[in-house]
């Protein structure tokens, strides 16, 4: 018996020697770091985030469906990092939306508040003088309208955090647009991080074979030219000088993500298409401000 206590002792020992190091942050463990990160092995903690949600459903002239919906996570007021993430969920709301903030907005909840408001009250308006200008065709119109982001802190290390937006958009039409933004936001001062932060200038030859790399993987093809029917791009490009996304970086787990919109160099059927960059590959291509977020 005292042999078998021994055996079990031994192999529990082994066992947590061998286990990776559990990553302090990662999307979908928001409610265990605590509990799944020793305390004497992590020297920081995670900031702490704040949700803000709204909902608004109507119908309008009883059979238009008129929708918005948030779903947010934003740094605590009292974090270094509210501030600028606010002001960039800010703005994604205004790029999308195309809806203009009359005065400033201070809260989480006085953007969601706002931004449910205007374009409920547009689109009513909207979808009212679409029936009108209709009210004579034979045509069963419906005009539905529905707006829906998602926020969420997916990676965070004790340098940087980082966000992911997720919007789908509807306003007539075959079909909706969707969304995906990242932004990695440096903790030390609030900075958003860019392409431009992370890249040695004399590396981004190497890098963008890197991310034609990650762009066959994503449409299953081997070879440049295979890719390139995929594509819908006007600008002139190669391997070696693909054109980055108009969106950030993003610093996830397990790779730098290049995030590209629908249409942006490809058709819609397309989706989103993204590269992820291994970090292993990463390690002569990292600016000064790069390897400071990453050492």
């Not at 969707?178 to 004399?202: C, M």
């Not at 066959?216 to 791009?233: C, H, K, M, P």
């Not at 996304?245 to 290049?258: F, R, S, Y």
Request: aromatic letters at 12%; a neutral charge.
């Amino acid at each position: 018996m005292r042999k078998l206590k021994f055996w079990i002792s031994a192999g529990a020992c082994l066992w947590c020697l061998a286990s990776p190091a559990v990553n302090p942050y990662v999307a979908g463990n928001e409610n265990s770091v605590a509990e799944s990160v020793p305390a004497a092995s992590v020297s920081w903690s995670p900031i702490a985030i704040d949700s803000v949600s709204a909902h608004e459903q109507k119908l309008v002239k009883k059979k238009h469906l008129l929708e918005f919906t948030l779903n947010v996570q934003l740094p605590a007021a009292e974090e270094k990092l509210a501030d600028p993430v606010r002001a960039w969920w800010l703005a994604l709301l205004t790029g999308q939306t195309g809806i203009e903030p009359d005065g400033p907005l201070i809260s989480g909840d006085e953007v969601s508040t706002y931004f449910r408001k205007a374009y409920m009250d547009r689109g009513r308006d909207e979808i009212t003088q679409l029936v009108r200008e209709t009210r004579r065709d034979t045509l069963d119109h419906r005009f539905n309208y529905a707006f829906d982001m998602t926020l969420t802190r997916v990676y965070e290390t004790k340098r940087f955090v980082t966000f992911r937006a997720e919007t789908y958009a509807y306003s007539g039409g075959a079909h909706g647009v969707q969304y995906r933004e990242y932004a990695t936001f440096r903790k030390s001062d609030g900075h958003l991080v860019s392409w431009r932060d992370l890249i040695e200038p004399r590396q981004q030859t190497k890098f963008s074979t890197l991310v034609v790399d990650g762009l066959e993987d994503y449409f299953g093809v081997v070879g440049f030219a295979a890719l390139s029917e995929r594509l819908q791009i006007t600008d002139s490009y190669s391997r070696t000088s693909f054109p980055l996304p108009k969106g950030n970086p993003g610093l996830l787990e397990d790779g730098l993500c290049v995030q590209y919109d629908a249409y942006e160099i490809a058709p819609y059927a397309a989706g989103q298409p993204l590269a992820i960059v291994p970090y292993a590959s990463m390690k002569r291509l990292w600016s000064k401000v790069g390897l400071s977020l990453w050492k």
